[in-house]
């Protein structure tokens, strides 16, 4: 079954210093690969995505995701942290075949500290 | 990118009631999903909104809990029917312009609360 990890419940970074939340990810086939952000009491917006081609993914607000296929990984980062980065990241695989549908990881809180 | 709105923003609603939950989008769109985020969870997908036909549901939801119509394609709505304080969660509608093999938009999100 298609599913995707994220397993660290948190991560807490300093302000300007470098930033990963870590995802991995089973599924058959090619993966596309997302990531999203859920700030309080809003929707989820879309940060960046793997679809095919370079493996250094860059995405909104300066973020960026490395997609290792070995490891079956994506995981997010950003060179210098802000506190308003605080926020809910989730991963998300495209379930394989012609539902469109996405799978979500648990998500990570990312705390960013002054 | 797409413009998704959704009405009612929030609400709180009596055990036994019914709420209806409205997705409006900008611009035609070729899928439209329902998702349930429970407090502190991820999101679980509901059903996959069809146009002109039955929703296509997820395991363990069903249409009489959660019937959902989408007329065209840029409407689409979701009732939760018989409601408890279960029922509470964040209901999110999202679109795609492809069969998700480019990225899903979201909207604003439902916050319900059943007392």
């Known amino acids: 079954a298609q599913s995707v990890a994220q397993p660290e419940d948190q991560v807490n970074v300093a302000e300007g210093n470098p930033l990963t939340v870590k995802c991995t990810y089973s599924?058959?086939?090619?993966?596309?690969l997302f990531w999203y952000v859920q700030y309080p009491n809003r929707g989820l917006q879309f940060l960046l995505k793997?679809?095919?081609?370079?493996?250094l993914v860059k995405g909104s607000y300066g973020f960026e995701a490395e997609f290792n296929k070995s490891q079956t990984s994506f995981h997010l980062k950003k060179p210098s942290a802000l506190v308003s980065d605080s926020a809910l990241y989730f991963c998300?695989?495209?379930?394989?075949?012609?539902?469109?549908?996405?799978?979500f990881g648990q998500g990570t809180t990312l705390q960013v500290k002054p | 990118s797409a413009v998704i709105s959704q009405k009612p923003s929030r609400d709180i609603c009596q055990r036994g009631t019914s709420l209806t939950i409205q997705c409006q989008v900008d611009?035609?769109?070729?899928?439209m999903f329902w998702y349930r985020q429970q407090p502190g969870q991820s999101l679980t997908l509901i059903a996959t909104?069809?146009?002109?036909?039955?929703?296509?549901?997820e395991s363990g939801f069903v249409i009489d809990k959660f019937p959902i119509s989408r007329p065209n394609l840029t409407f689409s709505t979701l009732t939760v029917s018989n409601m408890s304080p279960e029922d509470s969660s964040i209901y999110l509608c999202?679109?795609?312009?492809?069969?998700?093999?480019?990225?899903?938009?979201f909207g604003p999100g439902t916050r319900l609360t059943v007392l």
């Open positions: 793997y679809i095919t081609g370079d493996n």
């Open positions: 599924v058959s086939g090619n993966p596309y």
């Open positions: 909104a069809n146009q002109g036909s039955e929703a296509t549901y």
């Open positions: 998300a695989v495209r379930d394989p075949g012609n539902t469109g549908k996405l799978i």
């Open positions: 611009s035609q769109v070729t899928m």
């Open positions: 999202s679109v795609t312009r492809d069969r998700g093999y480019n990225e899903q938009f």
